[in-house]
């Protein structure tokens, strides 16, 4: 029988070296993600599911623990409603109404956050290409307010020849995008509610729960956004209690409008915010910090089970003492990699920690912004002997409190900028310094970029204009023209 070349079938034999995370390391990547008030619900819901694992008496009355697990704060029933708003506009229009694109965005206490600038701040920590800078920033310009991309790529490739003189192809986009989508919060840069969560549900430790939440979107959209959960039972073989269970935790834990959640969390007052390290600084110069662990307590494994185990090895068992034995032996094994994957998250921080303080010696001794040092993931990666990857998860939504005030960690973070004499300064010093500028200027007649470039020189930054118009639109400054 003939063939066609086309159905004809090759064999090739090729070498490929390839790393697969073990249970274990993706475990400790997700922890290493948490923020502390993220930590203690993971920890709270671990110690609810997990029979072989318990606190220290002594931690949980300390920290005033509940037994069961607590109910909705108000970011959850906020994520809750804004789900159900989003799934009852499926099928019409799964835009979700919060405000204008860029704009600066209002929030409880009154404070405001720029939702670009957020981002930009996120973007200018990656290492990318003249070109790739160019594609993201494109792209963080055409996110809809609730951070989503609605835009096909291969409109936005024709929007950036047009307007930017920039030839790309969509797979080009589509690359930068992805990296977009690594960024804080989890869901920014998706290009439907479908993706938005999913992203959500990838960044969540893996557990049989979130891996039936995943399943359940991705394999049951259309029952799932219909709210057709009795079809989905059943597809899943579900009893009518889990189905509610896992209905409910999509509910509160899922976020369809993450490009809100960045204004909710920056723009919130200082009191609100948890932080995840804390810096002590005395009248002799002494640095020190301490790794905040809020109400999460020391854990470890039920030593009743433990003894269960050691007994009943090696001994003859029937079938239900054996089927008692497996349990047993699964919910140790997994205390034991949730204790250590809890140790080796602190041990991180702490090292990443202690390196930035090192680095930024001058800064955390002043509080000045003028004695920040250029640093990037990179540099504090080469120092602790981290992955670059492991530093950036470690930075994502901590925060830091200092005799200065509370910053978020990445704060810390920037790029550096040669001067006229030949000395390397951080962009946010000279960002500082071109707002002082602005501040200062006769508000009739406000400064052209030109103009600025003379004056920054005059100060020892000789930066180009094209460079002033980046960091003013980084810092929210209008043109000139627009801030008569």
Known sequence: MKQSLSNIQKQEQRQLLQQHLSAQQVLVVKMLEMPLAQLEDNVLRELDTNPSLEPDYDDREAADLPSETPGKSDEEERREDALNDALDLM????????????????????????????LNEQMNLEELTDEEHRIMEYLICSLDDDGLLRKDLQTIADELAIYENLFVEPDEIEAVLLRLQEFDPAGIGTRNLKECLLVQVERMTATP???LMYRIINECYDDFSNNRWERIAKALRLSEQQAEDIRREIRHRLNPKPGAALGEVQGRSLQQITPDFIVHVDYEGDISFELNNGRVPQLHVVKEDEELLNEMSGTQMTREEKEAYDFTRNNVESARQYIEALRQRNSTLVLTMETIIKMQRPYFLSGDENDLRPMVLKNVAERTGLDISTISRVSREKYVQTP???FPLRHFFSEGYETKDGE???????????????????KKRPLSDEKLVALMTEKGYPIARRTIAKYREQLGIPSARLRK
Do not use: C
């Open 209 to 211: 729960q979130t891996m």
């Open 424 to 442: 390397v300064t951080a962009t946010k010093v000279i960002k500082a310094a071109l707002k002082e500028i602005i501040d200062n200027e006769d």
């Open 404 to 406: 200065w005030g509370t």
């Open 91 to 118: 099928g019409k229009d799964d835009r979700l109404p919060y405000g204008g694109n860029g704009e600066e965005r209002t929030v409880e206490d009154g404070n405001t956050v720029s939702f670009i600038d957020t």
